[in-house]
């Protein structure tokens, strides 16, 4: 009788379901001497723990460029007169008296200012931010909605309002690019101008 030249794969290597995304290459090492018929198994494994995050609320950036528009302003400071108006009490300890001046200033910004929102994307203009909060509040009803034949007409309301919120950004984006290289254009133009006097 000869050898058989039959060979079973018996070598696994078992792993939780929830770890299956961290293993990065498993291999048999052959040359390992070992007195059986297993063969050792090298896996490399890359580990995503998540990083311990203060749980603090952060607190909402005013948005303060809105100050600029004289509307806003003048409605800005009749909000913080009326709010120190209503907590203004005889106190004579400094401290009591800067959290009255605190609290209504910053009420006062909270509700005429509202918060900033992300300017990581600075050509996006208010009105796309409406659009796009439309767009979330439609999402919003869509998702909390029993009837299915209402839930399909929402989904083509909520469609709808993602084609207008890109064209939007679209327009938006374009807009500031011709802003901004007219920008540089005029910077480079004024630039020559000094050099060459």
């Not at 000869?2 to 961290?22: A, E, F, P």
């Not at 900033?116 to 208010?126: A, E, F, Q, V």
């Not at 979330?136 to 909390?144: E, G, M």
Request: glycine content about 4%.
């Amino acid at each position: 009788m000869g050898v058989s030249r039959v060979k079973n794969q018996i070598d696994y290597l078992l792993i939780s379901g929830q770890w299956r995304s961290s293993i990065l290459d498993t291999r048999v090492q052959r040359g390992a001497d070992t007195n059986s018929d297993h063969y050792l198994v090298r896996t490399n494994i890359k580990l995503r723990l998540q990083s311990h995050r203060n749980k603090k609320k952060v607190k909402p950036k005013i948005d303060v460029d809105r100050v600029k528009d004289e509307e806003t302003k003048r409605k800005f400071c009749k909000s913080v007169r009326s709010k120190l108006e209503e907590n203004r009490t005889e106190i004579e300890d400094i401290e009591e008296i800067w959290e009255q001046q605190r609290s209504a200033y910053t009420n006062a910004a909270g509700e005429v200012l509202g918060s900033r929102k992300g300017k990581s994307k600075p050509w996006i203009t208010d009105n796309t931010w409406k659009l796009i909060d439309e767009r979330k509040d439609i999402k919003i009803r869509t998702d909390s909605t029993c009837s299915e034949r209402v839930k399909n007409r929402m989904k083509e309301d909520y469609r709808e309002k993602c084609s207008e919120v890109k064209r939007s950004v679209r327009e938006d984006k374009r807009r500031w690019m011709t802003e901004k290289s007219q920008l540089s254009q005029q910077q480079r133009t004024g630039d020559r101008k000094n050099s060459t006097a």
